[in-house]
Each structure stands twice: as structure tokens, then as C-alpha cells.
């Protein structure tokens, strides 16, 4: 029976070592938590790299204390993602910007979140943000270059980042998708893709229920981001998601 190591590896039996790129803290849960916390139980080294800190995130009502600034938010979004990391098995993290995720000769930097809003049920498109920070606004060049420069320092074996629907459209998780297939290129790596939606087709489907309660726990961790409950989340800004239990992944085409 193929598995997920199946797609992750360059030839069958070869030594995996994926780098997962995730556009915000959260998103490793939401869209790779079932995938992670399996390849966590196969004792495989995953490095996981987020491209933003999510400060620029909505906050679920009654969470924190009134008059919380944003300084406060990054470190409480900080404690989350640790939350998470811990329980999906994920030791290595970086955060694109901050060495050794940071081109050599550049000073570091924060990515900030580029933000979005809904055009349709499920579907989301650019915020009117101004801000020249944002992952979205950065010239590709840069981004390409802090990530080579932590696959050179890393040496993962494949790239993992989601499909073309960017997971709901947001534009960062489209740039981040854009980045990794750039530099995957440059670095002469493989990318595996994930399925944004469960009806995607072409993609070759794993189910994983086992994870079922590691992956609602590492939800649960993101208090100010997502509500849970029994076998969906309702996102800060209103909009259901599923509790993804089933992962669907393919190569990209190296072109
Ligand atoms: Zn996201």
C-alpha cells in the first residue's frame, strides 16, 4: 500500500526530509496537521518554515484581556505555534527573514502578514493594505534568496507547499506556494504539493483518522485564531473549515 513517504521520496526507499513553507503560524495545523503528526509518528525530521508571525491577525473576542498590543499578540501567537509544533512533532523551525532563513548579505527582516479579504463562500482575495512589509509586497528575488539560503543550510530532501488555490486563496499562501516552487527550482529540489480541497483531482489521496485527536488538540492551541469543535473550526473571521483528516499530494512538475 503506497503512503505519503511514497510522493515525499525522490525514489522509493530514499531518506525523507521535507521542508514544509506554511505562509502564517496555523496553517501546518490546518492544512498539513493529519500529514505531520503521521510523518511524526514515523520518526521523520520535518523543518518547518513560516514566512510571517500573524500579527497582523484578527484575535477571537474574549480571549485575551482588553488593551493587549501587538507586541503582546506576536508573543502569544509565538506560544501557540510552539503549542502545536510540540504536539505535531516538529522540532526544526524558522521563520523567513530571520537567519538562517535570511540571504547572507541582508539585514533581517519581518514579513508581515499581507491580510485578505473574502470575494466569495470560501474564496479570498488581496486586503487594501498599504503596508510595504507585507510577504505580498517583497520583491521574489529576496524571498527566493532567504529560502535558498536555509535549504542550503538545512539540506531538506523535498519542498512541501500547497496547491495552486493558494489552500483558500490568500494571497500569502499563494506567494509562499510561488517562492518555494522558484527556489525548489534553483536548488534543483522536488516540490509536493498539497490538495487545497477535498475534490481536487489528479492528487493521490491519503486518509489518516488516527490523527484525529492530535490534530484537534494542536488546533486548539490556536486560542486566538480558531474556534473548534467536534469536527469543524469556525477561522476568527467567521468562515468554516474542516478538521482535515485526509491529505491529497502530488509532485509538481519541474519545468
Ligand atoms: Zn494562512
Not at 24 to 31: A, I, M, S, V
Not at 50 to 77: H, I, K
Request: with cysteine; proline share 6%.
Amino acid at each position: 500500500m503506497r503512503t505519503p513517504l511514497d510522493v515525499l521520496a525522490a525514489a522509493p526507499g530514499d531518506q525523507v526530509f521535507p521542508l514544509f513553507v506554511h505562509a502564517h503560524p496555523d496553517d501546518e495545523t490546518l492544512d498539513t496537521g493529519a500529514l505531520l503528526g503521521w510523518l511524526a509518528d514515523r520518526n521523520v525530521h520535518v523543518e518547518l518554515l513560516t514566512c510571517t508571525r500573524g500579527e497582523q491577525g484578527e484575535v477571537v473576542e474574549g480571549v485575551l484581556p482588553a488593551g493587549v498590543t501587538q507586541a503582546d499578540l506576536v508573543l502569544v501567537r509565538q506560544h501557540e505555534l510552539q503549542c502545536a509544533k510540540k504536539l505535531l512533532g516538529i522540532r526544526e523551525h524558522d521563520v523567513l527573514g530571520t537567519p538562517p532563513a535570511r540571504a547572507a548579505d541582508l539585514p533581517a527582516r519581518n514579513y508581515h502578514d499581507s491580510g485578505m479579504r473574502w470575494f466569495a463562500e470560501g474564496l479570498a482575495g488581496p486586503a487594501d493594505l498599504a503596508d510595504p512589509m507585507t510577504l505580498t509586497a517583497a520583491p521574489l528575488t529576496e524571498l527566493v534568496a532567504d529560502l535558498m539560503a536555509l535549504i542550503e543550510r538545512v539540506h531538506p530532501t523535498v519542498l512541501v507547499t500547497c496547491d495552486n488555490a493558494g489552500s483558500y486563496g490568500h494571497p500569502d499562501h499563494l506567494r509562499a506556494r510561488e517562492m518555494t516552487v522558484a527556489a525548489a527550482r534553483q536548488a534543483g529540489l522536488p516540490v509536493v504539493e498539497f490538495a487545497s480541497r477535498d475534490d481536487a483531482g489528479g492528487f493521490e489521496w491519503f486518509e489518516l483518522p488516527e490523527q484525529r485527536s492530535r490534530v484537534v488538540d494542536a488546533l486548539r492551541c490556536y486560542a486566538t485564531q480558531l474556534t473548534v469543535h467536534d469536527d469543524h473550526v469556525i477561522h476568527v473571521g467567521g468562515q468554516r473549515g474542516e478538521i482535515r483528516l485526509r491529505v491529497g499530494l502530488r509532485r509538481v512538475p519541474q519545468s
